[in-house]
């Protein structure tokens, strides 16, 4: 099961945390769960530094480690595309988590 963490600074999302796999037992290649939380997770890392030019603090990335955390620097999370992003993200790891209950939790 994957376990997804939101971080919060007060009322600004600050980034988020990823950990496991949906179902580690699937092929290579036929997780569509995994899958479409790696695109989301990796898709907003990227959209923060490469759109953004954020210095984002990570860990993890390594193809099929099933972790990663990011988070930004206090000055950038006042950002209201910065928030954007992360809301995003947001948005769309509930609804994973709301759809494929079995496979995706979200943690406090």
């Not at 997780?31 to 030019?53: G, M, P, R, Y």
């Not at 990570?58 to 988070?71: A, C, F, I, K, W």
Request: glycine letters at 6%; proline letters at 3%.
């Amino acid at each position: 099961m994957i376990q997804a963490r939101l971080f919060h600074e007060g009322d600004l999302l600050a980034g988020y945390e990823l950990s496991g796999h949906a179902d580690p037992n699937a092929v290579e290649g036929q997780d569509i769960i995994c899958a479409a939380t790696s695109v989301l997770a990796i898709n907003t890392l990227n959209s923060l530094e490469q759109l953004l030019k954020l210095m984002v603090i990570t860990e993890g990335e390594e193809e099929n480690d099933g972790y990663l955390y990011v988070t930004l620097e206090i000055k950038d999370l006042q950002r209201p595309e910065v928030q954007l992003l992360l809301a995003s993200f947001e948005l769309g790891i509930k609804e994973i988590a709301k759809n494929y209950p079995d496979y995706l939790k979200i943690v406090k």
